[in-house]
């Protein structure tokens, strides 16, 4: 899963969950179980996610939801090769994006 959202500083917590069309309860549930998500509280304790965390959710969502890990299997996954996982994800995610621009030209043809 891509998210689209806008170029902002921080995100709250209702606009990542329909982002990635979770409940916000399992932002939280995974904030609590993953140590790389840590979103900024401000004084009244709402969350602020920034790029870094949109970017490890993201990558969270696609160990768990798309390829079936175990919360420990994602967990242990990303202590051990979490660079390499995300540096993998994003080149995965850029060749999709280039190849649904490839697809829409060859449509316009």
Known sequence: MHVELPEKRYYGIGEVARAFDV???L???WEKEFDVLQPKKNAKGNRKFTQEDIK???LIYHLVKERG???EGAKIHLKENRKKSLDNFQIIRKLESVKAELLKIKDQL
């Open 23 to 25: 409940n916000t309860s």
């Open 27 to 29: 932002l939280r549930f």
């Open 56 to 58: 490890n959710l993201e």
């Open 69 to 71: 890990f175990t919360l």
